[in-house]
Structures are given as structure tokens and as C-alpha cells.
């Protein structure tokens, strides 16, 4: 049962903006130190998620970027080209494997179970080299993370009226609207939304005096609102996962969020979504909805079941063209077209086949994943089963 209160923004953000269902995220991709490395964020691993990336095998001899929680147990899983290498995990940051932890061999190539002393989530480096912390000369594939934590799969979500919020396109109040939010992750997700707090930016104890009531909010970014990560000054609501509404966004994206396996010390957990569209125009409560989860979904470490153009380039990873689990379907015809466009681009490093078809003059036929919650409108309003068992065991790595 979901329970409506009112109250603060924190964990999480969402911005509610919305442009014909569509919904972006954001990833800063800028370099930044992680412990003796200097790891680019797009060169990130999320934990408990099957697809592989060219990047992260490549980079695993150097240092590839994870952010890690406190009493997670991690198990970083790789092959190696050489059965006689024996390489040793470095997780530079933090207090953890500072010898180096020795791989354990099994079918799949090499396991290294760590866990690490910390008090907050931190950015780390983890790299495979060998026992003296030197760089290897062998090539690693099929890197993947794993890892199980210690809180709660169920949350509360903290929804924030940022923007000249009244009510809905078809007449929904915030108290309606935050409640079905609540019912759509829990469904969509099959997590329990135990609490739902409805919370009035303006009324924010420390930057609330920057929020006038009922004045119009377009932003350009989550940075826009960045300050209501403040405490609200009630641990409850204070730990829960923030939504935050906004009249709508300066680029007619719908949402925006960044995968908490991607922040950086700044803990940005923000997600945004606009109750305007593109053209001024009040959105149904059901597109909102939809878009929240959406983000959230993001927020836990899902991507899109097709990836875009620009995620392609934002991560210069051209080697997955889709989520890279089995059970949710991608569209053929956008990754073809993004395939075409990379390659005349000559970004493509790959060399993949082309039938010579103009890609530009296709005319889509409905993609197959248009109704799942991760195609990159954030229209859909269905998951996979391997989607929620990354949302659920993801979320006992996330503090709340």
C-alpha cells in the first residue's frame, strides 16, 4: 500500500518533462581522477548487467571506472587470452585488494571476489595486471561485474513539485500522480514502493527560497536542480528516491537521470521529468508515469533496449547496439541505420555487412521493443524478467 505524504528531495531525481514521450539521459563523459587512475566516465562497469563492451575489455590492463557501496560483495568476472597468465584485481580508490586479489579459475575464465572497506559509495578503478601491479600485455574479453549488497529491494520515492504544477492533461492532482508513480514502478519493476512522500520544492528548508510557488520551471539540465539533493531534515524522506517535476526542458527531451553506477563523488542522484510537451501543452498523468519509470529504471543501471545515436558516441563504444540481454527485444532497423551513419562517419572500427540498402529511405516497421519500458521514448510499459533482476539486485547496492 503506498502511503502519500509531503516532503524533500534526495537520493534521486526526477524532473518530469515531456516531449512526445521522449525521454534522454545524460552522461557527463568528462575524465576525472579515480584513485591513481584517470578513468573517463563513459568508460564505466555497472554491476549485474550481461553485456559486454569492446571499451571495458580493452581498458580492464589500465583501469576501468565502478562506483562501489559500502557492504557490497563484488565478483569481477573476465577471460584472458593465455591460460598461463595469472593476473591479480587492483581496486585503486579505496582499501581494498591493495596486493592485488588472485582470480579464481572456472568455466567461464577468471573470478575475483572483493569486498572494500568504505563508509560511503566511492569511484574506484579496477584493473587486472600482474602480481607487482604492472601492466599486462594480454587481452581480456568478456569482462563483467557482479555484485550484491546490503539494503533493501523495496524504496520510497520522494516526488517533487519544482515547476507551476496544477494538475494533469486529464485532471490528475500531484497526490493522484505521485501515488500512480509509485504503483507504475512497483508494477513495472515488480519492486514494493512502500511510501510515496509528495514534497513542494519552495518549501525546501535550505535553497526552497529559489523555487517561488507556482512559478514556471524549464531547465536545461539536472544541474539546473541540483541543490534539492539537500536534506529535507527527515531521514525518512531523506532517503528516498527523489522525483522531481518540472514545467518541462529547454531541448524538449522528456527525463533525464544519471545511472547511479555512473555518479560521480558529487552524488547527483537526479532524475527530471516535464509535465509540458514540446509545444506548452499539459501531458496525461500516464505518459508522466511512464517516463519516472523509465528513469529510474536508468537510475538502477538499465539502458535503453536499443541504444541511440548519441549514446553510441557519448560512450565512443561502438561495439553493442542494444541492452545485451536475451529477453528484451531491440529494433533492427535503428541499429542498421546507426550502423550506416557510424560507418560514414568513420567511426565504425568493426567491419559489419551492408546489403548497399538506403538505410535513410527505410520506413520503420513498429519495433519490436517499442513496448518495453527501456525503448528509448520511455513509452513502453512492460520489462523483461532479466531487467527486473537487475533492478532488484541493484538496488541492494544503493544506499536508502
Not at 212 to 238: A, C, E, Y
Not at 299 to 322: I, K, P
Request: net charge negative; glycine share 8%.
Amino acid at each position: 500500500m503506498i502511503d502519500i505524504f509531503i516532503s524533500k528531495l534526495m537520493f534521486f531525481f526526477i524532473g518530469m518533462g515531456i516531449f512526445l514521450g521522449l525521454s534522454a539521459c545524460s552522461d557527463s563523459g568528462v575524465d576525472a581522477p579515480v584513485g591513481d587512475v584517470s578513468v573517463s566516465t563513459r568508460y564505466f562497469i555497472v554491476p549485474n548487467v550481461n553485456r559486454t563492451r569492446d571499451s571495458i575489455d580493452v581498458r580492464i590492463n589500465k583501469g576501468i571506472g565502478a562506483r562501489l557501496s559500502p557492504g557490497g560483495r563484488y565478483s569481477l568476472f573476465a577471460k584472458v587470452d593465455s591460460l598461463d597468465v595469472e593476473p591479480f584485481l587492483f581496486v585503486d580508490g579505496i582499501t581494498c585488494c591493495e596486493d592485488g586479489c588472485l582470480g579464481i579459475r572456472e568455466e567461464y575464465g577468471l573470478r575475483f571476489d572483493f569486498s572494500c572497506e568504505m563508509l560511503r559509495p566511492t569511484r574506484v578503478a579496477l584493473s587486472l595486471k600482474n602480481r607487482n601491479g604492472d601492466v599486462l600485455n594480454n587481452s581480456f574479453y568478456h569482462v563483467r561485474l557482479d555484485g550484491v549488497g546490503v539494503y533493501s529491494s523495496e524504496l520510497s520515492l520522494n516526488v517533487i513539485v519544482a515547476g507551476a504544477f496544477d494538475s494533469t492533461a486529464d485532471g490528475e492532482s500531484i497526490d493522484i500522480l505521485a501515488r500512480n508513480i509509485g504503483t507504475s514502478i512497483q508494477d513495472l519493476f515488480e519492486v514494493r514502493v512502500d511510501t510515496v512522500y509528495v514534497s513542494y520544492a519552495n518549501e525546501h528548508p535550505i535553497v526552497g527560497h529559489l523555487y517561488p510557488k507556482n512559478n514556471p520551471l524549464f531547465i536545461q539540465s539536472l544541474s539546473d536542480v541540483d541543490d534539492l539533493r539537500n536534506l529535507w531534515g527527515n531521514l525518512k524522506r531523506d532517503n528516498a528516491f527523489d522525483i522531481v517535476l518540472v514545467d518541462g526542458f529547454r531541448d524538449n527531451s522528456g527525463g533525464q537521470s544519471i545511472s547511479f553506477f555512473y555518479q560521480t563523488d558529487l552524488d547527483m542522484d537526479v532524475i527530471a521529468v516535464g509535465f509540458h510537451d514540446m509545444n506548452g501543452a499539459l501531458v496525461k498523468s500516464q505518459q508522466i508515469q511512464h517516463i519516472a519509470a523509465h528513469e529510474f529504471g536508468h537510475v538502477v543501471g538499465l539502458v535503453h533496449t536499443t541504444l541511440t545515436l548519441d549514446e553510441l558516441q557519448d560512450w565512443a563504444d561502438f561495439s553493442l547496439f542494444d541492452d545485451g540481454l536475451d529477453d528484451s527485444p531491440s529494433c533492427q532497423d535503428k541499429i542498421d541505420k546507426n550502423k550506416l551513419v557510424l560507418k560514414e562517419q568513420g567511426l565504425m572500427k568493426r567491419s559489419y555487412d551492408f546489403d548497399g540498402t538506403d538505410f535513410y529511405q527505410l520506413i520503420l516497421d513498429p519495433c519490436p521493443d517499442y513496448s518495453n519500458i527501456m525503448y528509448y521514448t520511455g513509452s513502453g510499459r512492460e520489462s523483461s524478467p532479466m531487467q527486473r533482476a537487475i533492478v532488484k539486485k541493484n538496488l541492494t547496492l544503493i544506499p536508502h
